[in-house]
């Protein structure tokens, strides 16, 4: 029987994790990857990569757990698993604190992280500009590891990578019988979608091996995130803001907020800058839609739009895709190529 021929576009977290899902599930399928950028050079490496999230205004709050959910229990296997050094994840403890009191003191993932809580009077003496907090232990995922890891992971169960630009979807639809879009920004331009919009993030890597558990503020703006060999200071989240330069005032501004939080870090040396454009959206889009190439119809599954939860919740959003291509080849198998 011949194999069903799938292209999965783009290669940060969330198009390797559904690359991933899609190749070692569905056996009748043969997955290709295309992208133009591959790591270390996707957006995805200089993510932070700490699992917790926000919640999208238009998504069913349960389908926002299963999402957070099916991806910390990946990720927490592989912590607990002797590939957890080589995947780049492990579990890592720190708070969230808040300078004022947030409506919502228990968000919708906090039954899926580790030992949550609400932190105590004594604890936020640390913090003496916030009036709230939380801590708990989740899971930090350096995709400098994980990526490579995936994509190892992906052509172990058969899959095809090729470095290029897709520059149409029609044009794909003539050479596949499923495309899966994970282009993040891209769809902007690829799948005409004019919701998708940059969210520029500008991040530090400092020397700062002294610190072990993270702190961020519940504004999202100011973070220490420890890592494996540094520690990731931040951020900016600029919207529209296509800027790919650093931003020395930037940089600067972030030292500062996050010195006030940590004093010690006066002391750290800056290793190293970064800058990336998260894919905004007011919602993620995970659905299903349908081609017309030489008189087939091509099931097209998107998969983007996570702005800066893509991490968070890529495991999730993955097996969602695999649903909706699993969902079209029971449906309807794809119709031969003439």
Request: with cysteine; glycine share 10%.
């Given at each position: 029987m011949k194999r069903v021929k799938v292209l999965v576009i783009g290669a940060g977290v969330v198009g390797l994790s559904t690359a991933v899902c899609i190749a070692e599930t569905l056996v009748c399928c043969s997955v290709t990857i295309i992208a133009e950028k591959f790591s270390p050079d996707t957006t995805s490496d200089g993510a932070a990569g700490i699992l917790f999230a926000s919640e999208?205004?238009?998504?069913?709050?349960?389908?926002?757990q299963r999402w957070f959910?099916?991806?910390i229990d990946h990720l927490l296997a592989i912590a607990h698993s002797p590939h957890a050094s080589d995947a780049g994840v492990f579990l890592c403890s720190g708070c969230q604190i808040f300078k004022?009191?947030?409506?919502?003191?228990?968000?919708?993932?906090?039954?899926?992280?580790?030992?949550?809580?609400?932190?105590?009077?004594?604890?936020?003496?640390?913090?003496?500009?916030?009036?709230?907090g939380q801590t708990f232990t989740t899971i930090k995922c350096e995709c400098v590891r994980y990526l490579p890891w995936l994509e190892k992971r992906f052509r172990e169960a058969g899959g095809q990578i090729r470095c290029e630009k897709i520059t149409g979807l029609q044009k794909a639809a003539q050479m596949y019988d499923?495309?899966?879009?994970?282009?993040?920004?891209?769809?902007?331009?690829?799948?005409?979608?004019?919701?998708?919009?940059?969210?520029?993030?500008?991040?530090?890597?400092?020397?700062?091996?002294?610190?072990?558990?993270?702190?961020?503020?519940?504004?999202?703006?100011?973070?220490?995130?420890?890592?494996m060999g540094y520690v990731t200071l931040g951020g900016t989240r600029q919207a529209d803001d296509w800027r790919l330069e650093v931003d020395e005032e930037d940089g600067d501004g972030i030292m500062e907020r996050c010195s006030q939080l940590e004093p010690s870090l006066r002391k750290a040396q800056v290793i190293?800058?970064?800058?990336?454009?998260?894919?905004?959206?007011?919602?993620?889009?995970?659905?299903?839609?349908?081609?017309y190439a030489e008189g087939r119809r091509v099931p097209l599954v998107h998969n983007y739009g996570h702005g800066g939860w893509g991490i968070t919740l890529s495991w999730g959003t993955a097996l969602d895709a695999l649903d909706l291509v699993r969902q079209s080849l029971f449906e309807k198998p794809p119709q031969a190529r003439l």
């Open positions: 999208f205004p238009d998504v069913p709050l349960g389908r926002q959910k099916e991806t004022e009191v947030p409506c919502d003191k228990k968000p919708f993932w906090s039954d899926f992280v580790l030992g949550f809580r609400n932190m105590t009077h004594q604890e936020m003496k640390r913090f003496p500009d916030h009036k709230f499923v495309i899966v879009n994970c282009s993040g920004l891209g769809s902007r331009l690829l799948a005409k979608d004019e919701e998708v919009y940059p969210i520029r993030g500008q991040i530090l890597k400092v020397d700062a091996p002294w610190l072990k558990n993270f702190i961020r503020d519940g504004d999202g703006k100011t973070y220490i995130y420890p890592g190293g800058r970064w800058v990336g454009l998260r894919p905004g959206r007011t919602n993620p889009r995970v659905e299903r839609e349908y081609l």
